[in-house]
């Protein structure tokens, strides 16, 4: 980290997550080892190969905003980000504070897609489709198109969308930005609005991300990759990060935003100051679209990226012979793949230490919130360097004899932690790693 640069804090979060729509509530749940995995309810799954996922519930988002009028009918994943920015703003105390520069302000999030209104795009599509069968006449879908489909609804599932809502919301001008790299994207806004705060184009950042792919496209993509769980006979302990028998991630959704700020503007406003982000990496495998670099050359190379740019060397332990980093919020999906190549990353990186670095992956309780996982487990590096313990990875029961590394199984552990790194890997071979210090 260049020493010129502009120190970057985070002084709010918020989260709507399946296991609660506050931070305290779903921070609690994590370190007791809860979880809450069921049958999925937004359309009928029953005769999919996977029928379970990670659901928000009993969400409203209208409690979170000034005026419910102002932002119409908006897609499920901009309601979550809307609600866990409210929250972070809040936390952040720029409610309280009415000076700002509104073109002082910007965004970055890592937002996916809402949910496809698949029943319409169907009959809009039989309504279209030629005598063959197998072509579609473009100007019957037209008029098919604007007798089924919503306008307002297409355009409102959008990734762009919720970064739209949001500046609405608090009035935000400066620069407004999303990326979709796949289950990578928060984990890259964040490091991305963290340069932008670097090189003095914002005073503050709301970044983070928010996605929901409970739909039915969503999750047959998923099940068409053998990407996700099966075990469709006990959904509660099918994420199992590290297990000998795990067989996939657990589809989940909903929000992470934080507030981030230039450490001048946060102390000159008196606020608080949860954490400094001190380190931002990112690579691409440029291998395959679905599979990691069997070498773990893409996630090893955004990690020292990371560290490099902290001013941390990984293969130097600090005074007290501790690694120089006390935890890795591990991307950790639950599937062969994934488990086995980011523990193979973690040794290339921090060689002998990465055995006494704990690791583990709040997936096996939470599921996978795609964009939106980056930013959630993010957050949670942040409680734990708040209160000085690692929740656990649940369901490890039968370990992996090739995963050999510290994954802190089945209970939390209280243990002083001063730094902690976090991965995200995405489709398409992108990787992104932060480091964030306890402020």
Not at 208 to 227: C, Q, S
Request: glycine residues 10%.
């Amino acid at each position: 980290m260049t020493t010129s640069q502009p120190r970057v804090v985070v002084t709010g979060i918020g989260w709507v997550t399946p296991m609660g729509h506050d931070i305290e509530t779903v921070w609690q749940r994590l370190l007791n080892g809860e979880t809450d995995i069921t049958p999925i309810e937004r359309f009928d799954a029953r005769t999919f190969p996977t029928t379970f996922a990670s659901q928000v519930r009993d969400y409203d988002w209208k409690q979170f905003v000034k005026d419910p009028a102002l932002h119409g009918q908006p897609g499920i994943h901009t309601q979550f980000a809307l609600g866990a920015a409210q929250q972070a703003w809040s936390m952040s105390g720029l409610d309280q504070s009415p000076n700002f520069d509104p073109h002082r302000i910007g965004i970055y999030l890592g937002a996916g897609e809402g949910v496809l209104d698949f029943q319409s795009y169907q009959k809009t599509s039989l309504a279209s489709r030629e005598d063959d069968g197998r072509t579609v006449n473009t100007v019957d879908w037209g008029k098919a198109a604007e007798q089924f489909l919503d306008g307002i609804g297409e355009v409102e599932q959008e990734p762009n969308m919720p970064a739209s809502h949001i500046s609405r919301e608090f009035g935000i001008r400066g620069p407004v930005y999303n990326c979709l790299t796949a289950c990578a994207a928060s984990t890259q806004a964040i490091g991305e609005a963290t340069s932008i705060l670097r090189r003095g184009d914002a005073d503050v950042m709301v970044s983070g991300g928010t996605h929901t792919m409970l739909h039915v496209l969503g999750v047959t993509g998923f099940n068409r990759l053998t990407a996700m769980s099966t075990r469709n006979d006990d959904p509660n302990t099918a994420s199992r990060p590290f297990s000998r028998n795990r067989d996939g991630f657990v589809m989940g959704e909903g929000s992470g935003i934080i507030i981030m700020e230039t450490l001048e503007h946060a102390q000159a406003r008196g606020a608080t100051i949860l954490a400094e982000i001190t380190g931002y990496g990112s690579s691409a495998d440029a291998y395959r679209i679905t599979d990691i670099h069997p070498e773990g050359r893409g996630p090893a190379a955004a990690m020292l990226e990371a560290l490099a740019d902290a001013g941390l060397d990984p293969t130097q332990p600090r005074d007290d012979g501790t690694p120089p980093v006390q935890y890795i919020s591990a991307h950790g999906t639950s599937t062969n793949e994934n488990d086995h190549i980011e523990t193979l990353s973690s040794k290339k990186v921090f060689g002998d230490m990465a055995y006494d670095i704990p690791m583990t992956s709040i997936k096996s309780m939470m599921g996978h919130l795609i964009c939106a996982a980056g930013a959630v487990e993010f957050i949670t590096c942040l409680l734990m360097l708040r209160d000085q313990v690692i929740p656990p990875t649940i369901n490890l029961h039968e370990p992996d004899p090739e995963l050999d590394l510290d994954y802190v199984p089945n209970v939390k552990r209280e243990t002083p932690l001063d730094t902690c790194l976090s991965n995200s890997f995405g489709f398409g071979g992108q990787n992104n790693t932060l480091i964030i210090t306890r402020g």
